[in-house]
């Protein structure tokens, strides 16, 4: 074979074992002109919204990233998240075209650069070595605007591209988010009436927390448009709203505002129709509320005249019962406290909280046929049922529901999100005409059908070609997006938060439960626009081997029994001592007999003995997991390396064999 066969057969080599280790490292680079994410949920590749978001950028914006990377040399889980952030954040900077400068700040121990980090907000982590950990992001604008990350939580991973790009994103719009809140309950409080007997009441929290994070207004009952600045409609209990009134919800969604939506089959915050002087006569009125000539129209709907019980996650109350031995509280199946299994961990909006209560929440469902897609984003387990409504309605009584449970084995949607094409609810344009007196009915009244009928024609085409001349939309100009929750009681105060006080003295509020972080959440996902809504969550990088794990367990078995007899052993030497220490002479608690003094040193070196036997096999279990996963990673990254070089090999000796032919 030629030398110059030998060189090529060696430069295809190197070639092949490069090739090879970036492979066994999930990525192949190449310089920025060709790069190729190999790993299963492509942990290094921008999602289209955050590209987006990076390449839209008006204005230039700076973002420092702290990283302690001197310090997280000693702690290899830091270390490598560290980078798989520095990672990420250049990947937005290569896909700003410019717009985004990066810069990389190690603040070492006891340096200007850890002081200023500090400065900055950022959260240091203390470590092990009395030195302070930082991995955190502070983003700025021209006019000096910052926007920062205190610490990226590796727990949290998942979100990483999700946090960056919000960060990214409100850098780029600094203005504060317009809110505007419809709804028919007092949510600002009410002053009350004492000489009708009627009490006033406080402002709802939810709507305090709305007020602090976004520029927040309450529109008038029986508006008829919402204003044109307005980010984000939260609709609270819409209880026989209007039909203009409804009609500007659907023309504010079709034109592409956000909207949030409660709706409920059964509110039990809704004191209008309380008499004070027969309190008992509204108990078996309705009240519900619902959107549900915009729902059809949109691909989805509130089971009807239901609520939803859930023996699994029933919340207790006080037990009314006055039978002999009745326990003092019971399960009440249409009350529920709703933890992380029950909601959507891949959505911003619900994936960081931890509980939700609900309170006779209805079913959520998509349509057949729908043209939207159907999101549940809180859903209760499958001991679940849907029970009729009348049952809640008047004194509802916890131990009935109970014995009358009967598991559908179904989830139920209580709250999701609707997304994609939709059409109006209002194909002929703006209802016009006098509301109906019995319109206190939402089911009595079709918006859809109540147009003036000076406006109406023989057929609907004139109509709606009318109505699109005064611009109406008959459909949505861009991709909806809805978040739509089947309960209103679990805004209220008394599910999610209370008052901590000192005699008259307010304390502030204490919440036990996470509705208003959803409420908020909700509505700042939906300011965000398209492209940071469809960001979901991603894969983690650090991704164990599961098979070292598999024998770690395996050998923990084997040396189980072995363990479990030395501590017992260990036990009983201790027991001993503290015996002998017991028996001493009653005429001096200092001195030993020399039968308990030999029986003392005994159990002494026996306890001495065994915990060196123990340590012994702590040792050998953490020897064989080691050794063990030592080989297991071997195999796991050099098998294509040495595949690849089999097949190198394997083509050098074909081309001499052909040369030599």
């Known amino acids: 074979m030629s030398k110059t066969s030998f060189t090529l057969s060696g430069l295809l080599l190197v070639l092949v074992l490069f090739l090879a280790v ?96 500090v400065q900055e907000g950022l959260h240091g982590v203390p470590l092990a070595s ?53 709804t028919s309950l007092p949510l600002e409080g009410s002053p009350g009436n004492p000489m009708l007997g009627q009490q006033g009441s406080d402002p709802w929290q939810v709507l305090a927390q709305l007020q602090y994070f976004f520029a927040t207004d ?19 209990h819409p209880r026989a709203f209007p039909p203009a009134t409804l009609y500007a919800i659907d023309q504010f969604v079709l034109k592409g505002g956000r909207l949030l939506a409660f709706v409920d089959p059964h509110c039990e915050s809704d004191m209008s129709d309380v008499d004070p002087s027969n309190p008992f006569a509204s108990m078996g009125q ?96 499958e001991d679940s049922m849907l029970i009729d409504v009348s049952s809640v309605q008047f004194m509802p009584r916890p131990d009935e529901l109970r014995t009358s449970f009967v598991s559908a084995h179904e989830r139920y949607a209580l709250a999701a999100r609707v997304s994609g094409e939709a059409k109006s609810a209002f194909p002929d344009g703006k209802p016009g005409g006098a509301v109906p007196d019995d319109l206190t009915d939402p089911e009595s009244v079709d918006p859809a059908e109540s147009t003036d009928s000076t406006d109406s024609t023989d057929s609907p085409a004139p109509a709606a070609e009318a109505a699109a001349a005064e611009g109406h939309l008959a459909a949505a100009t861009s991709p909806i997006n809805v978040i739509v929750v089947a309960d209103v009681d679990m805004l209220a105060d008394r599910f999610w ?55 770690r367990r395996d050998a923990e078995q084997r040396y189980l029994d072995e363990q479990r007899t030395l501590e017992a052993k260990l036990q009983e030497a201790q027991n001993r001592i503290n015996q002998i220490q017991r028996e001493k002479s009653p005429d001096s608690m200092l001195i030993l007999t020399p039968a308990q003094e030999a029986e003392l040193r005994l159990a002494r070196e026996e306890q001495i003995a065994t915990n060196k036997k123990l340590r012994d096999v702590r040792h050998r279990l953490r020897q064989d997991v080691e050794r063990l996963g030592t080989q297991v990673k071997l195999v796991n990254v050099l098998t294509i390396p040495f595949l690849m070089l089999v097949f190198a090999i394997g083509v050098a000796i074909l081309r001499v064999r052909r040369q030599g032919t």
Not at 24 to 48: C, N, P, Q, Y
Request: proline content about 6%; overall charge negative; charged content about 30%.
């Open 130 to 182: 009395g030195d302070r950990f930082f991995l955190g992001l502070v983003g700025t604008d021209p006019l000096d605007r910052r926007e920062i990350i205190a610490l990226f939580d590796p727990s949290k991973e998942r979100f990483l591209e999700y946090d960056i790009s919000r960060l990214v994103y409100k850098l780029s719009h600094p203005e504060q988010n317009k809110v505007a809140v419809l």
């Open 286 to 381: 309705s009240k519900g509320s619902d959107l549900d000539s915009l729902f059809q129209a949109w691909g989805l709907e509130v089971v009807p005249a239901v609520v939803v019980g859930d023996r699994e996650n029933a919340l207790r109350v006080q037990n009314s019962s006055r039978e002999p031995g009745a326990p003092p509280d019971i399960a009440y199946m249409v009350w529920m406290g709703l933890g992380t299994e029950a909601m959507d961990q891949d959505d911003a909006v619900t994936s960081l909280l931890q509980t939700m209560n609900f309170a006779t929440p209805g079913g959520l469902r998509a349509l057949p046929g729908a043209t939207t897609q159907f999101q549940p984003l809180v859903q209760s387990s």
């Open 22 to 117: 970036n492979v066994a490292g999930g990525r192949i680079l190449v310089g920025d002109w060709a790069r190729f994410d190999l790993t299963e949920e492509k942990l290094f590749t921008l999602s289209d919204g955050a590209k987006n978001i990076a390449r839209d950028l008006e204005e230039p914006i700076t973002l420092q990233l702290y990283f302690s990377a001197g310090t997280a040399k000693d702690v290899p889980q830091l270390d490598d998240y560290g980078e798989r952030v520095r990672e990420m954040l250049r990947e937005f900077a290569r896909s700003s075209h410019g717009s985004i400068e990066l810069e990389v700040i190690d603040p070492e121990p006891f340096s200007e650069e850890e002081d200023r980090a």
């Open 218 to 236: 309450v529109l008038a009952p029986g508006v008829e448009e919402i204003p044109a600045d307005v980010d984000v409609l939260v609709v609270v």
């Open 497 to 551: 938060v209370k008052e901590e006080r000192l005699g008259p003295l307010s304390l502030g509020w204490r919440k036990f439960a996470d509705n208003g972080d959803f409420a908020v959440n909700a509505v700042e996902n939906l300011a965000g626009g398209d492209e940071l809504i469809s960001i979901r969550a991603r894969g983690k990088f650090t991704r164990p081997f599961d098979r070292v794990e598999e024998i």
